[in-house]
T-cell receptor, first 113, second 111 residues
Framework: DGGITQSPKYLFRKEGQNVTLSCEQNLNHDAMYWYRQDPGQGLRLIYYSQIVNDFQKGDIAEGYSVSREKKESFPLTVTSAQKNPTAFYLC????????????FGDGTRLSIL | GQNIDQPTEMTATEGAIVQINCTYQTSGFNGLFWYQQHAGEAPTFLSYNVLDGLEEKGRFSSFLSRSKGYSYLLLKELQMKDSASYLCAVRHSGGSYIPTFGRGTSLIVHP
């Protein structure tokens, strides 16, 4: 079955450290997204990519970076510049057809040590 | 721009019916989605509306009024497992089609 795989499920970051969250999909979707979710909050868009080798900043891109070297993969790096990284991170993908929903991974919970 | 409003929390009784509202403002509407999200899990797709009216899918139905910028999700015969957060998301027209999410409504179903 096709789907989106995020890893790891839990991640701890030390102060000053960069960490990378993995997101892989085998749905052959063109578009991929990274969202951040804080308690009691909706999903806030960090970055998105509509085609390989191209990506755009979302609403809260500061302190994060991404790459899209392959259609299947869209890793997110949380840099030391992100001073409040503790959150639940969700990766999603879709076909860019307006009537098709996004498919989500199971999320990565990032905490500060 | 886009602005989506949902109630923060609702409670209901097992077996009852509950309606979760979502109002939105957008410069160009291109579809509205409802997702269910259990705590610590991925959102899962429930329904999609792009034309006015009611879409029924089992115990869940979703309604849309584009002129009013309004949608609701109707859950019938509530079960304990329906306790979750319900997210309203609007796709706007334009080049990116990026959906914008509301803050979600936390539904608590009690016996």
């Amino acid at each position: 079955d096709g789907g989106i795989t995020q890893s790891p499920k839990y991640l701890f970051r030390k102060e000053g450290q960069n960490v990378t969250l993995s997101c892989e999909q085998n749905l052959n979707h063109d578009a991929m997204y990274w969202y951040r979710q804080d308690p009691g909050q909706g999903l806030r868009l960090i970055y998105y990519s509509q085609i390989v080798n191209d990506f755009q900043k979302g609403d809260i891109a500061e302190g994060y970076s991404v790459s899209r070297e392959k259609k299947e993969s869209f890793p997110l790096t949380v840099t030391s510049a992100q001073k409040n990284p503790t959150a639940f991170y969700l990766c999603a993908s879709d076909t860019r057809d307006s009537n098709q929903p996004q498919h989500f991974g199971d999320g990565t919970r990032l905490s500060i040590l | 721009g886009q602005n989506i409003d949902q109630p923060t929390e609702m409670t209901a009784t097992e077996g009852a019916i509950v309606q979760i509202n979502c109002t939105y403002q957008t410069s160009g509407f291109n579809g509205l989605f409802w997702y269910q999200q259990h705590a610590g899990e991925a959102p899962t797709f429930l329904s999609y509306n792009v034309l006015d009216g009611l879409e029924e899918k089992g115990r869940f139905s979703s309604f849309l009024s584009r002129s009013k910028g309004y949608s609701y999700l109707l859950l019938k015969e509530l079960q304990m497992k329906d306790s979750a957060s319900y997210l309203c998301a609007v796709r706007h027209s334009g080049g990116s089609y990026i959906p914008t999410f509301g803050r979600g409504t936390s539904l608590i179903v009690h016996p």
